[in-house]
């Protein structure tokens, strides 16, 4: 079986059904379903709140670099590893499946 | 007009199994 990857240019959004809550600023989220806790951190948490109505790799880095202190390439590539693991945990979905 | 950006941090995720 192989596990999806990242397509740089498909439109992802939140997978619906977790318990999301800020905790000192760190976003933290629980799925009663697979019994597990998740802590995004801040900047996970950003990019987090901008899947809301999905969202591409591109179109998140480039809010994100504008916002923080980061090269938009660095950011892209580290914004791709980051939805990468989202993906395997299930948490983030593609508009397209 | 100067924004100041705020500090980057790679972005990671933490999981812990609940049982």
Do not use: H
């Not at chain 1, 760190?26 to 990019?47: A, F, P």
């Not at chain 1, 901008?50 to 179109?59: A, R, S, Y």
């Not at chain 2, 007009?1 to 049982?19: A, D």
Request: charged share 20%; proline share 1%.
């Amino acid at each position: 079986m192989t596990m999806k990857a990242i397509d740089q240019n498909d439109v992802y959004i939140q997978q619906k059904g977790y318990v999301v809550s800020d905790m000192n600023g760190d976003k933290v989220m629980m799925s009663i379903e697979s019994g597990k806790y998740y802590n995004l951190g801040q900047t996970g948490g950003r990019i987090w709140e901008l899947l809301v109505e999905g969202n591409t790799i591109f179109g998140i880095s480039t809010v994100l670099s504008s916002e923080y202190s980061v090269e938009q390439a660095t950011c892209q590539l580290q914004v791709e590893q980051f939805m990468n693991t989202l993906l395997k945990e299930g948490l983030i979905v593609s508009k397209r499946d | 007009m100067n924004i100041e950006k705020k500090e980057w941090q790679t972005p990671s995720l933490e999981v812990l199994e609940i049982s």
